[in-house]
């Protein structure tokens, strides 16, 4: 069954804590993205990742950090430095140059 | 740089009737369009693409059509059903690069 897969489903953080959402792709992809969603908003992209050990920032990676060990995974940590982190995020994969984008099924993440 | 959006935050529509969403995006270098539907609480799903060289393309009770001279894009939903209540986002963006544009969304909401 391919596919991306993201967990956990829902999250809860306390303030002042680092929180670690994962992604995972059997679609053999080699471009990963992290993007965030708000009520009414459309897509902002975090970070985005072309190929294994490398990785660039988006439009609002500030409180955000990333890592791309392996081509399969690209887990996102959500750092205390980030102000607003309530939000759902979401996880997506492509082909080499932008392509259609394959989403995860999303993380809630809720910050308490 | 690239702006998408679309041009109405819902649409009501009666179980059977056809739909449709426009999408506006800025950059005319943009050669490659998406349409996605997101449903409540999930990663959004690939609907149908086209790229610059075409006008129209069709998939099952679904048509985009595309005017570069305007640049202007829209979805067309053949007898609407319940199921297909959900947001629909337009993504654009030049093909060979690695990031798309994405528009915030219209929410269809069908009336059976």
């Keep these: ?112 | 740089g690239e702006s998408v959006g679309l041009h109405l935050p819902t649409l009501s529509v009666q179980e059977g009737d056809n739909s449709i969403i426009n999408c506006a995006y800025s950059n005319s270098a943009s050669d490659y369009f998406i349409w996605y539907k997101q449903e409540s609480g999930k990663g959004p799903q690939f609907i149908i693409d086209i790229r610059s060289n075409m006008d129209k393309r069709q998939g099952q009770r679904v048509t985009v059509l595309l005017n570069k001279t305007v640049k202007h894009l829209s979805l067309q939903i053949a007898a609407t059903q319940p199921g297909d209540s959900a947001v629909y986002f337009c993504a654009g963006g030049a093909g060979g690069s690695y990031i798309p544009t994405f528009g915030r969304g219209t929410s269809l909401i069908v009336h059976p």
Excluded at chain 1, 17 to 45: F, I, K
Excluded at chain 1, 57 to 81: C, H, M, N, Q, W
Aim: proline share 6%; hydrophobic share 30%; charged share 20%.
């Design chain 1, 1 to 112: 069954d391919g596919g991306i897969t993201q967990s956990p489903k829902y999250l809860f953080r306390k303030e002042g804590q680092n929180v670690t959402l994962s992604c995972e792709q059997n679609l053999n992809h080699d471009a990963m993205y992290w993007y965030r969603q708000d009520p009414g908003q459309g897509l902002r992209l975090i970070y985005y990742s072309h190929i294994v050990n490398d990785f660039q920032k988006g439009d609002i990676a500030e409180g955000y950090s990333v890592s791309r060990e392996k081509k399969e995974s690209f887990p996102l940590t959500v750092t205390s430095a980030q102000k607003n982190p309530t939000a759902f995020y979401l996880c997506a994969s492509s082909p080499p140059k932008w392509d259609t984008q394959y989403f995860g099924p999303g993380t809630r993440l809720t910050v308490l």
